[in-house]
């Protein structure tokens, strides 16, 4: 299983970016997934994750109607769709997957230790 994160980037506040999460070696119409962020000098902190039953997304409660989760299976790719970026935004980007049975569960969680599966990340840097 491996994850390839990319799309990251500089961008002004106010702008947006898009994400984006390529699987390879599974499906990942078998799995929840999930973002993560960490700033300098920060620990990892959790952006939204979803869930691969139900379509269910949860997100952190200070980014909800800014960003956005998606996934594609046919691509096996997963997305993050970023609007009115603001220099607190600024940090590396992790992708994140779990197994999860099909038919078993309607949710996900917002905690590292959930997810087995990683991508190394991308940067976000949001300044003028």
């Known amino acids: 299983v491996q994850l390839q994160a990319f799309g990251g980037g500089f961008v002004q506040p106010g702008g947006s970016l898009r994400l984006s999460c390529a699987g390879s070696g599974f499906n990942l119409d078998d799995y929840a997934i999930g973002w993560f962020r960490q700033a300098p000098g920060k620990g990892r902190e959790a952006v939204s994750c979803?869930?691969?039953?139900?379509?269910?997304?949860l997100y952190a409660e200070s980014l909800k109607g800014r960003f956005t989760i998606s996934r594609d299976n046919r691509k096996n790719t997963m997305y993050l769709q970023m609007n009115s970026l603001e220099p607190e935004d600024t940090a590396r980007y992790y992708c994140?997957?779990?197994?999860?049975?099909?038919?078993?569960?309607?949710?996900?969680?917002?905690?590292?230790?959930?997810?087995?599966?990683w991508g190394q990340g991308t940067q976000v840097t949001v300044s003028s």
């Open positions: 994140a997957a779990q197994p999860q049975r099909y038919g078993v569960g309607t949710g996900c969680y917002l905690t590292e230790d959930w997810f087995t599966f």
């Open positions: 979803m869930n691969r039953n139900t379509g269910s997304t």
